[in-house]
C-alpha cells in the first residue's frame, strides 16, 4: 500500500523533531527494562524432564533428542510447519522465521544450539531446503510424538531444552504471537513510519490482516 498525504507523519523543525525524539526514547528504555527483567524472569522457570526416546532423522542418521544438543548444553528448537506430502503449501511464517535466523556460530559461542524439526520426511525436508536456500540444521520428527509431547501438535513453536549430563529438561516453550520476537523482519518494519502495514495496528498504513501479506522468499 503506498501511503497518502494525510497518512504521512506531521513536519516538523529539528528542534521539535529532537523533542519529540527524546520523549520518545524514554518509553523506549523503559520498554527495554521491562524487557530485560521478562527475560530474568523466564530463565527462573522451573524444567521439566524430557525422558522419551524418539528417534529423529537427520543427515547423519538417527538422532537422540540428547544428540541434538551436538554436545552443548542448551538447545532451542524451532517446530516448523512442513508435514508429510506435498511443498506446495508450506508455512509462509515458519519459512520467514528461518530466513530470520542469525549465524550459528554466535549461538554456538554461548553455548547453545539451534535445531528445527518438522514433522516431514527428511527427503522432502531437504528438498525444501534446497529450494529456499537455507544450510540450517533441520531434523524429521516423523513417527515421533515429539510434536504433541511439545504442546505444539500441528502448530509452530520454539522449545527450548537444557541438559544435565545425560538428563534432557525442557526450561521454556512460546508459540502465536510469542514467535514474533524471533522475527527480525518486523523489528526493520516497526521502525518505519508505515509500519507493518497491517490493519490491526494503531496508526495504521494498510488494511492487510496479520500475516496476510507472507510468502516464501521466492514468490514476491
Keep these: 500500500m503506498t ?4 497518512e504521512l507523519p506531521p513536519i516538523a523543525s529539528p528542534e521539535e ?3 519529540a525524539r527524546d520523549a520518545l526514547l524514554a518509553k523506549e528504555k523503559a520498554h527495554m527494562k521491562a524487557a530485560d527483567d521478562l527475560a530474568a524472569e523466564r530463565r527462573r522457570l522451573p524444567m521439566v524432564p524430557f525422558t522419551k526416546p524418539y528417534e529423529f532423522d537427520s543427515p547423519e542418521g538417527k538422532q537422540s533428542l540428547l544428540d541434538l544438543f551436538d554436545g552443548r548444553p542448551q538447545l532451542v528448537v ?3 510447519m512442513l508435514y508429510p506430502g506435498t511443498n506446495d503449501a508450506v508455512c509462509p511464517g515458519c519459512s520467514m522465521i528461518v ?4 549465524h550459528l556460530a554466535h549461538l554456538h559461542a554461548r553455548n547453545v544450539t539451534l535445531k528445527v524439526v518438522a514433522p516431514a520426511p527428511l527427503a522432502q525436508i531437504e ?3 534446497t529450494r529456499m536456500g537455507w544450510d540450517v540444521p533441520f531434523v524429521s ?3 515421533t510424538e515429539f510434536p504433541d509431547d511439545c504442546g505444539v501438535g500441528s502448530a509452530f513453536g520454539v522449545s527450548v531444552f537444557l541438559r544435565d549430563g545425560d538428563q534432557v529438561y525442557r526450561t521454556y516453550f512460546t508459540s502465536g504471537r510469542g514467535g514474533e520476537q524471533f522475527l527480525v523482519t518486523h523489528r526493520y518494519l516497526d521502525v518505519t513510519p508505515l509500519g507493518r502495514q497491517e490493519a490491526w495496528e494503531k496508526e495504521s498504513h ?3 490482516g496479520p500475516s496476510e ?3 516464501l522468499h521466492d514468490e514476491y
Design 3 to 6: 501511503a497518502t498525504r494525510h
Design 17 to 19: 523533531w529532537q523533542a
Design 78 to 80: 524451532y517446530h516448523f
Design 99 to 102: 530466513d530470520n535466523l542469525p
Design 127 to 129: 528438498q525444501f531446503k
Design 141 to 143: 520428527s516423523n513417527g
Design 206 to 208: 494498510g488494511d492487510a
Design 213 to 215: 501479506w507472507w510468502r
